[in-house]
């Protein structure tokens, strides 16, 4: 079973639409959660983090959580052309080196 | 706004050879992590880093891997013989670790190629 789980995508959604990416992850100790967005050829962005159960907001990005169901999502709103990339979801066990799993990543393409 | 430096960018470097990927942490953070990236793969955690020892390491760091923080800013990463299955993109990440706050930043990366 995998730690942490993506749909590789790619996702595609239109400029100006609504879009949502999704990860499951395996480990029920799992504290801390983290987005973050990697254009090809480059390292990994952080985009949000969300530590407990609801929705958290940073602009046209929300990210939920639901720890009794092992899920984390992202919703991107008003998506622009720039947000093509590819959106890694990493969780954190709150061991003691606070160290994050990654999952394989969703490739979203938002069409112009 | 700080940032995670990583010098080179690019190394390049035959099977057999010692290789050492520098970083620079944000000054004020505690703990500094590598990861390394294959291409096409997820990002794999490697090795984290705390009050000058090493906190947990990953099944990939064998005793080829070693890190040291050799001054104040300096965190590096050093390959004592490089393998073909080594070639991959290397991120430094560090944290502060306050509060409630774990958040990592990554830095630019190095792109290993082992020939």
């Known amino acids: 079973q995998k730690e942490v789980e993506q749909n590789s995508g790619p996702l595609s959604v239109p400029e100006g639409a609504i879009a949502s990416l999704n990860c499951t992850y395996s480990d029920r100790v799992s504290q801390s959660f983290f987005w973050y967005r990697q254009y090809s050829g480059k390292s990994p962005e952080l985009i949000m983090s969300i530590y407990s159960n609801g929705d958290k907001e940073d602009g046209r990005f929300t990210a939920q959580l639901n720890k009794a169901s092992q899920y984390v999502s992202l919703l991107i709103r008003d998506s622009q052309p720039s947000d093509s990339a590819t959106y890694l979801c990493a969780v954190g066990r709150g061991d003691s080196s606070y160290k994050l799993i990654f999952g394989s990543g969703t490739r979203l393409l938002v069409r112009p | 706004e700080p940032e995670v430096t990583q010098t080179p960018s690019h190394q390049v470097t035959q099977m057999g050879q010692e290789v050492i990927l520098r970083c620079v942490p944000i000054s004020n953070h505690l703990y500094f992590y590598w990861y390394r990236q294959i291409l096409g793969q997820k990002v794999e955690f490697l090795v984290s880093f705390y009050n000058n020892e090493i906190s947990e390491k990953s099944e990939i760091f064998d005793d080829q891997f070693s890190v040291e923080r050799p001054d104040g800013s300096n965190f590096t990463l050093k390959i004592r013989s490089t393998k073909l299955e080594d070639s991959a993109m290397y991120f430094c990440?560090?944290?502060?670790?306050?509060?409630?706050?774990?958040?990592?930043?990554f830095g630019p990366g190095t792109r290993l190629t082992v020939t």
């Open positions: 990440a560090s944290t502060r670790v306050g509060g409630s706050s774990y958040e990592q930043y």
